[in-house]
């Protein structure tokens, strides 16, 4: 089969990586990928919201499957534009990918149908968001509703925070669009759990548990990032927890997107707190996660291919989704700056080196390949992943792995795994 996967992250490399490990795929093509994807993939020079342009490439070269694997062309309708002619694509269409893009909608669904999560208010006008920050105090969450790189949630500790918050996003438009309407949430306290989940819209397979470091220093200290590392599983995800989840989050979810007329197909990802009254969910994504993909896909066993076809012809209750009983670290080397302005094009040093244990591999997030070299293309430029038989293996691994790689102004979590 001829794939093509979309998007250019690290989340796509993993995919790309696993992918090119099935008898399946005669053919993988990348759009636009990155560095380390075109050493498995061919990359394509069409930017991964260019729907026009994925739609036609995957026309003219005859693709079997296209995955795409970004929030941005999901919620603009990637999927349906590639149903529409005639091209197998994995992925939720538009109508239910809205449950990532709106967060109000995701919300509203929520509270429709009992499904726990914190209480909220969602605003489109300014002054009534401002009065009612007032009336709750603080502490207090604010997000932006619509799509914001993974940055428009704001856990503000002062009413003053929460207020600038609003005006960034609905004002002075941070982050465009996305803040021409916010949800301001309760503030709830606990662990967070990440629990991705293969679904077809009719059965729903929840993927091993992972948990993410969102902050970009030590110690959860330091503005919110895309991801700095990951780790799976979660120590907190267990039999019960996992059972009480399936019957009162997942399964209800599934229903409640059907009931919408919403059928969601693909990869949907559950954002868990823990919380004193039991687990509620923080966010929901339509899509594999970035960085948990990176933990995740290298302990599942069975083919990724055969995982993808089953969703699509609504026949997930069919296979058996198998993985290891290994632990997996990702480590995230990024640029320095980030989250803020980063430089980039800077040679990136001692790649070979960090992989020459078999245990580990670098994902590649944010990285150019030029005449034989590798260079920064992003803030997160790199995930270093290690698999091993126990937790602290692994995290040892990843972090040899990363000590070994080198560009100038990186910086990375000294922490993964390790609270």
Known sequence: ??????????????????????????????????????????????????????????KENKMD??????DDPLAAGMVDKLNEAGIRAFGPVKDAAIIEGSKAFAKNLMKKYNIPTADYNVFENCSDALRYIDECGAPIVVKADGLALGKGVII?????????????????????????????????????VS????????????????????????????????????????????????????????????EAMNKEGRKFKGVLYFGLMIT?????????????????????????????????EAIIDEKLADINIEWDDNAAVCVVAASGGYPGKYPTGLEIKGLDAAQ?????????????????????????????????????????????????????GMHYRKDIGRK
């Open 65 to 70: 499957l296209v995955v795409v694997a970004p």
């Open 156 to 192: 503000a500790k002062a009413v003053e925070e929460a207020k600038a918050a609003v005006n960034g996003m609905m004002n002075d438009k941070l982050f465009g669009n996305a803040g021409n309407k916010v949800v301001i949430e309760e503030f709830i306290e606990g662990p967070e």
């Open 356 to 408: 020459a244990d078999s245990s580990t591999i670098v994902f590649h997030a944010g990285t150019s390949y030029n005449d034989g070299k590798f260079y920064t293309a992003g803030g997160r430029v790199l995930g270093v992943t290690a698999v091993e038989k126990t937790m602290d293996m692994a995290i040892n691994k990843a972090y040899a792995g990363i000590e070994k790689i080198s560009f100038e």
């Open 276 to 308: 004193k009254d039991g687990p509620k969910v923080l966010e929901y994504n339509a899509r594999f996660g970035d960085p948990e993909t990176q933990v995740v896909i290298p302990r599942l066993k069975t083919d990724l291919l055969e995982i993808f």
């Open 195 to 254: 629990i991705l989940a293969f679904t077809d819209g009719k059965t729903i397979v929840p993927m091993v548990s992972s948990q993410d470091h969102k902050r970009v220093f030590d110690n959860d200290q330091g503005p919110n990032t895309g991801g700095m590392g990951t780790f799976s599983p979660s120590p907190l995800y267990d039999e019960k927890l996992a059972d009480y989840c399936m019957k009162e989050i997942f399964v209800p979810t599934i």
């Open 1 to 58: 089969m001829k794939v093509l996967v979309v998007g250019g992250g690290g989340r796509e490399h993993t995919l790309v990586w696993k992918l090119s490990q099935s008898p399946k795929v005669s053919e993988l093509n990348c759009a636009p990928g990155n560095g380390g994807i075109s050493k498995l993939a061919t990359c394509v020079d069409i930017k991964a919201t260019d729907i026009d342009g994925i739609v036609n490439y995957s």
